[in-house]
């Protein structure tokens, strides 16, 4: 299984940006996608994760009301759509997939599959 992140870039502050992440492999049915990020000098951070089934969505405090993370199941594709965006969300996003169900959803190591990753920069 692979996960190809894309849709980062430069963006000014208030400015939006849609992150993707395609999933490839067969047979790859996981119970949840969804996005950290890793500012420098910092460790990688919860942003969202949603189930499959579209019955659970997670946020981080940080970026509720601002990200939305949506799913695709169709094309094994999860998106996170981020608007109003500030300096503070400069970060490089990974994209992520757990398996099974897991009770610590803004944990790292749980999640089986990740992406590359992809820049995001917001200039002040």
């Known amino acids: 299984v692979q996960l190809q992140a894309s849709g980062g870039g430069l963006v000014q502050t208030g400015g939006s940006l849609r992150l993707s992440c395609a999933a490839s492999?067969?047979?790859?049915?996981?119970?949840?996608m969804g996005w950290f990020r890793q500012a420098p000098g910092k460790e990688r951070e919860f942003v969202a994760t949603?189930?499959?089934?579209?019955?659970?969505?997670y946020y981080a405090d940080s970026v509720k009301g601002r990200f939305t993370i949506s799913i695709d199941n169709a094309k094994s594709t999860v998106y996170l759509q981020m608007n109003s965006l500030k300096p503070e969300d400069t970060a490089i996003y990974y994209c992520?997939?757990?398996?099974?169900?897991?009770?610590?959803?803004?944990?790292?190591?749980?999640?089986?599959?990740w992406g590359q990753g992809t820049l995001v920069t917001v200039s002040s």
């Open positions: 492999g067969s047979n790859f049915d996981p119970y949840a």
């Open positions: 949603r189930t499959l089934s579209g019955d659970r969505t």
């Open positions: 992520a997939a757990v398996l099974s169900r897991i009770v610590n959803i803004a944990t790292p190591k749980t999640y089986n599959y």
